[in-house]
């Protein structure tokens, strides 16, 4: 998983203190996150794959499918 959040940034050129500051967090709590010294919480996976314009699955390497699962019906925006 911590190579995708990597490459997913490094896509967007952003640096590690960018990502941090959209998560509302420091540069090295998102390092954290990168390297895997951290477990990422369930609720910034949620604004990662938001962002990324992903899915979780995807984040947590369950799929390589990169593009998102439409929403479903009962899921409030």
Do not use: C, W
């Amino acid at each position: 998983m911590y190579p995708r959040i990597r490459n997913l940034r490094i896509d967007k050129d952003l640096s590690q203190t960018e990502m941090g500051k959209i998560l509302g967090m420091s540069q090295t709590g998102y390092s954290k996150y990168e390297t895997g010294e951290n477990d990422i919480p369930t609720t910034i996976l949620i604004r990662l794959a938001h962002f990324h314009n992903t899915s979780i699955d995807y984040l947590l390497n369950l799929t390589d499918v990169k593009t998102p699962y439409p929403p479903s019906a009962s899921r409030k925006s």
